[in-house]
Structures are given as structure tokens and as C-alpha cells.
């Protein structure tokens, strides 16, 4: 049976990989893109520089706004690691979710601590004026986390979940 740090193992190396891959196309983003624009597929996926200081969709809270989201990044992170090591050392999905999910929170905390401008985002998606917020790599991972862990757990309560055969 795998110790504590063996089973985090996958945690922390997922935390690490999304936080140096965020990082990465983020100094591309800032160097690149605040001088021009990149159609990478037509109109339907373009690059471009965003700062956003809100949260998801632009979410607003204020002067102290920088702040807030950052406690909350690290109170989630947190919440993420716990949960990490109180999972089955044979759920992988889980181990993998909440290691991206706390990746892409740690990513944007680090903008959020590195400039007052804001958490960079640079990818457009959509066609003509209906786009979907501009958003980074960061955003993808926590997404993509979120989506597996909830898978996990739906397998996790039907594991649990006698079901009952239908009666006559």
C-alpha cells in the first residue's frame, strides 16, 4: 500500500505541471500579445492579452477584490490538498482532479500576487460578437478538474448506492 506522500505524489506533480504550463504561456501572453493580436483558427479561437482583476466572467467585489480572491485561492487549495489525501490511493481520478483544480487556482493566485492588473487571460473563443469570456490555461485546468471530480464522486456515491432491483 502506498504511503501518504506516494499517494500525493500524483497531486503535487499535477499542481506543479499546471502552475509551470499557466506560467509559461502566460509570459508569452504578456510579451507577445500586448503587442498584437494572433487569429490562431479564423475568428473562432484568437489569441489576445486580457487582464482581468474580477473572478470567473469578471466578477467584481471591490477595492479589495485582489485580495479576497487570493484567500480564497489559498483556503481552496487547502481544502483541495486535504481532500487529496483523504482519497482512496486507487481513486487516480480524484488524485488528478483536485490536482488540477488547485494548479490552475495556484496559477492565477500568482498573478494575482505578481501584478495588481490582474489574472492574464489571452484565449478568445467563439464566433463574430457571441465570444465566451477570454480566459488561460489556468482557467482550462480548473475546469477540466472540476468536471473529473464530480465525475469522481458520482462513482464514488454509486459505488456506495445499493441499487434496487425493480419490483413486480
Same mark, same amino acid.
Given at each position: 500500500?502506498?504511503?501518504?506522500a506516494?499517494?500525493?505524489?500524483?497531486f503535487?506533480?499535477?499542481?506543479a505541471?499546471?502552475?509551470?504550463?499557466?506560467?509559461?504561456?502566460?509570459v508569452?501572453?504578456?510579451?507577445?500579445l500586448?503587442v498584437?493580436?494572433?487569429?490562431?483558427?479564423g475568428?473562432?479561437v484568437q =489569441?489576445?492579452l486580457v487582464?482581468?482583476?474580477? &473572478?470567473?466572467?469578471?466578477?467584481?467585489? #471591490?477595492?479589495?477584490q485582489?485580495w !479576497?480572491? @487570493?484567500t480564497?485561492?489559498?483556503?481552496?487549495?487547502?481544502?483541495?490538498w486535504?481532500?487529496?489525501?483523504?482519497?482512496a490511493?486507487?481513486?487516480t481520478?480524484?488524485q488528478?482532479a483536485?490536482?488540477f483544480?488547485?494548479?490552475?487556482?495556484?496559477?492565477?493566485?500568482?498573478?494575482r500576487m505578481?501584478?495588481?492588473r490582474g489574472?492574464?487571460?489571452?484565449i478568445?473563443?467563439?464566433v463574430?460578437? =457571441?465570444r465566451?469570456?477570454?480566459?488561460?490555461? &489556468?482557467d482550462?485546468?480548473?475546469?477540466? #478538474?472540476?468536471?473529473a471530480?464530480? !465525475?469522481s @464522486?458520482?462513482?464514488?456515491?454509486?459505488?456506495?448506492s445499493?441499487?434496487?432491483?425493480p419490483?413486480?
Amino acid at each position: 500500500m502506498p504511503s501518504g506522500a506516494e499517494r500525493l505524489r500524483p497531486f503535487w506533480a499535477l499542481v506543479a505541471l499546471t502552475v509551470v504550463c499557466d506560467r509559461i504561456t502566460k509570459v508569452f501572453a504578456d510579451q507577445v500579445l500586448a503587442v498584437r493580436s494572433m487569429h490562431v483558427i479564423g475568428d473562432a479561437v484568437q =489569441l489576445r492579452l486580457v487582464h482581468n482583476q474580477g &473572478a470567473a466572467f469578471g466578477l467584481e467585489l #471591490g477595492s479589495w477584490q485582489r485580495w !479576497i480572491f @487570493l484567500t480564497i485561492a489559498i483556503v481552496a487549495i487547502a481544502w483541495l490538498w486535504s481532500a487529496a489525501r483523504q482519497a482512496a490511493a486507487s481513486d487516480t481520478l480524484r488524485q488528478w482532479a483536485v490536482g488540477f483544480v488547485a494548479g490552475g487556482a495556484a496559477g492565477n493566485a500568482i498573478d494575482r500576487m505578481l501584478s495588481s492588473r490582474g489574472v492574464i487571460d489571452f484565449i478568445d473563443v467563439g464566433v463574430g460578437t =457571441l465570444r465566451w469570456p477570454t480566459f488561460n490555461v &489556468a482557467d482550462m485546468a480548473v475546469t477540466c #478538474g472540476a468536471v473529473a471530480l464530480a !465525475i469522481s @464522486l458520482w462513482r464514488e456515491d454509486a459505488r456506495r448506492s445499493p441499487v434496487e432491483a425493480p419490483t413486480d
